[in-house]
């Protein structure tokens, strides 16, 4: 054991510390990555910023130089006899900048009058493209070759450079007319002077590259001289990439783009800088090698360390562990008192385990009492309490909800409940599945059954279903089930809102019943109708044929007037022969006479009963919310004021409510 503890520490050790540095060496390759690619990206990205603009400021100069030297007086006067002047004002300005290879002043046909070192002195250059530009405006060319320029001597070749640009500016006269065109070729080498002055801080590993707009190589290795460089959307896009190239080699490159010359972006460069990524990146390889060199030396370190410390650890472990089974085997009584030899945290772990044991005694005890308790409670409770799982197989079940089911209690532990006989435990089986699928408990589930023993008897129930949760509590396990019988408090309350003889609502749920119904419609903005109904001639006949026939009738009518009705209207009974029905979303007076018109057909037929026929009609009063009265009461008295006004009509009338001033106006 002493060996395998040891092996283990030692392991571990090594291991955390191996794990740890191969964590930090990854953290700090991918930051100082980041970082570095990151930093690279903006130097290459500003170098190439740096040579593009350094680009356009030279040719901006030059042609400034061409636009104010073809405004002096001298070079306006170009058919005066001012030839020596002009050709020392073209050396003096060739002198002051090395790049000139060639200035020259022509007239309004494009021959060369005078010229610096007499070159192309008379010739006709009115087809170069620079002249033609020239005549219009400042012009500044793509880079051109020597053939280009029309040379009449070709001796005189070797005074120009291979490559140049060439610029021209208009002479205009004192009314703004063009009277002739100076010109200039700069010799290419000024780009290459540029890049040397850009490249002279920074590292000799970062090269530039010129391109022509159509991706043509005009400065760069000579590798890629007179090739053309496709570069990718996203290094354009985003200035600055990782870009793989045709010689197998990857690049981070920085990417810019002179503004063009006058505001043609026909005549733009591309500059490119570039840096190798394997050589840029170096110093992070090699800081990734030392930080593994260093840590398998650390790791073998603390191996060695953790060898002699797990000694050290490993022997009071062992006594502990001995004792700790002493525990375990249920003589802890031998062990109580015994001292552990080691350090003080594992006599400390030696003695929180006797008392541990201790503590885990005296809360058995405690939860023995408890569970009686409990199961006292659950077993005299007066409400039927049951628990299922997830598949509704009966966990427990107390003795009240069995006897309400007529099951035995010990048969449905471990049943489903698909299995029991029972239509109390059928209503709310969907109920427990919808508990148990969506987690969340139901309240006040309601359930009526006839009795068994009488079926005209109906019991009713109102169950709360509980989500039972596992000790974690993040999922649904099963429900439990909590039952209680309201037989009584519904007989009740049927008897307060319902009238005996004819089991229509009373006035009590009348008046309630309109309450909630008129502020529903004044929400909605819609109109409710009231009828207001008396029997004619009741009285003669519960006089005539005495109480049981009235009864009879009373029913009857009752009988007859749900007939008519929707379901969405109310019926009920005020008390007497006076009747009410309420009609919901009254649209117009259509509505509620054509309702009327057929309660009083309907009612009006004879009653036959025991023999003898028997004859009454409703009288009805109409009044409508809104229009009548915005309150139940004041509604209820209208109709019966109306009510009243059709009896005086004759039986089988009905009437609308009219106020007073409407009917002595009427």
């Known amino acids: 054991m002493n060996f395998r503890l040891r092996t283990l520490l030692s392991i571990t050790l090594a291991g955390v510390v191996i794990a740890t540095i191969g964590v930090v060496n990854c953290i700090v390759d991918y930051k100082s990555s980041q970082s570095l690619r990151r930093e690279l990206y903006h130097k290459i990205t500003r170098v190439s910023y740096q040579m593009a603009d350094r680009l356009d400021g030279g040719m901006y100069e030059r042609l400034r130089d061409l636009i104010n030297v073809s405004a002096l007086p001298t070079v306006r006067n170009l058919y005066g006899a001012r030839y020596t002047e002009q050709i020392n004002i073209l050396e003096t300005l060739k002198r002051t900048y090395e790049p000139y290879i060639w200035l020259g002043l022509t007239d309004r046909n494009g021959i060369v009058l005078c010229a610096t070192g007499k070159l192309l002195e008379g010739a006709?250059?009115?087809d170069k493209t620079w002249w033609k530009e020239g005549v219009r405006g400042p012009f500044a060319s793509d880079i051109d070759d020597i053939e280009s320029i029309g040379l009449n001597d070709i001796s005189q070749a070797h005074l120009l450079s291979h490559r140049y640009i060439s610029l021209a500016a208009p002479i205009r006269d004192a009314e703004g007319a063009s009277i002739g065109v100076m010109g200039a070729f700069i010799s290419w080498g000024w780009v290459n002077s540029l890049a040397e002055s850009v490249l002279q801080h920074h590292s000799q590993q970062l090269e530039l590259l010129v391109l022509a707009s159509d991706g043509a190589v005009l400065l760069g290795p000579p590798a890629l001289m007179n090739t053309r460089l496709m570069l990718p959307e996203s290094l354009k896009a985003e200035k600055n990439a990782l870009v793989d190239l045709p010689d197998g080699k990857q690049y981070l490159m920085g990417y810019s783009e002179t503004k063009g010359f006058l505001g043609d972006p026909g005549k733009r460069w591309v500059v490119i800088a570039r840096q190798e990524s394997v050589a840029a990146l170096r110093p992070i390889h090699n800081l990734s090698e030392a930080i593994w060199r260093w840590g398998i030396v650390v790791s073998v370190f603390f191996a060695i360390v953790g060898w002699f410390i797990s000694e050290l650890i490993s022997r009071p472990l062992k006594k502990l562990a001995i004792f700790a089974n002493a525990l375990r085997l249920g003589s802890a009584e031998s062990a109580y008192g015994v001292t552990i030899p080691g350090p003080k945290e594992i006599q400390l772990v030696a003695a929180a385990i006797e008392d541990m044991v201790e503590?885990?005694?005296?809360?058995?005890?405690?939860?023995?009492?408890?569970?009686?308790?409990?199961?006292?409670?659950?077993?005299?409770?007066?409400?039927?309490?049951?628990?299922?799982?997830?598949?509704?197989?009966?966990v427990r079940m107390n003795s009240k909800l069995a006897e309400w089911c007529g099951l035995i209690k010990k048969e449905v532990i471990g049943r489903k409940l698909s299995e029991f006989k029972s239509d109390l435990m059928a209503s709310y089986e969907d109920t427990l599945k919808q508990t148990i699928a969506s987690d969340a408990p139901a309240f006040n589930v309601e359930a009526s059954l006839r009795k068994a023993c009488d079926k005209s008897v109906m019991r009713s129930f109102v169950a709360t279903c509980l989500p039972l949760r596992s000790r974690g509590g993040h999922a649904s396990v099963g429900a439990a089930l909590l039952i209680s019988e309201m037989t009584a408090q519904r007989e009740a309350e049927y008897l307060a809102t319902h009238d005996m003889l004819t089991g229509l609502a009373n006035r009590r749920f009348l008046t309630a019943f309109l309450f909630q119904e008129l502020a529903l419609a004044?929400?909605?903005?819609?109109?409710?109708?009231?009828?207001?109904?008396?029997?004619?001639?009741?009285?003669?006949?519960?006089?005539?044929?005495?109480?049981?026939?009235?009864?009879?009738?009373?029913?009857?009518?009752?009988?007859?007037?749900?007939?008519?009705?929707?379901?969405?209207?109310?019926?009920?009974?005020?008390?007497?022969?006076?009747?009410?029905?309420?009609?919901?979303?009254?649209?117009?007076?259509?509505?509620?006479?054509?309702?009327?018109?057929?309660?009083?057909?309907?009612?009006?037929?004879?009653?036959?009963?025991?023999?003898?026929?028997?004859?009454?009609?409703?009288?009805?009063?109409?009044?409508?919310?809104?229009?009548?009265?915005?309150?139940?009461?004041?509604?209820?008295?209208?109709?019966?004021?109306?009510?009243?006004?059709?009896?005086?009509?004759?039986?089988?009338?009905?009437?609308?409510?009219?106020?007073?001033?409407?009917?002595q106006s009427g």
């Open 522 to 663: 004044h929400r909605n903005s819609k109109k409710v109708a009231l009828l207001y109904l008396d029997l004619d001639q009741f009285k003669k006949v519960n006089d005539t044929h005495g109480h049981k026939v009235g009864d009879a009738l009373l029913k009857e009518v009752a009988l007859r007037l749900k007939s008519v009705v929707r379901e969405s209207d109310m019926v009920a009974r005020i008390g007497g022969d006076e009747f009410a029905v309420i009609a919901l979303d009254h649209n117009n007076r259509n509505d509620s006479a054509r309702l009327a018109k057929t309660i009083i057909v309907t009612l009006s037929k004879p009653y036959a009963f025991e023999n003898m026929l028997v004859r009454t009609s409703p009288s009805i009063g109409i009044a409508v919310y809104p229009d009548n009265a915005n309150e139940a009461p004041d509604l209820i008295c209208c109709a019966d004021e109306a009510m009243y006004e059709a009896k005086k009509n004759g039986p089988g009338q009905y009437r609308y409510y009219a106020s007073r001033y409407q009917r």
């Open 124 to 126: 006709d250059v009115s």
């Open 359 to 394: 503590r885990i005694r005296s809360r058995e005890t405690a939860l023995e009492r408890q569970f009686g308790e409990i199961d006292l409670l659950y077993e005299g409770s007066p409400i039927g309490i049951a628990m299922v799982n997830q598949d509704l197989s009966c």
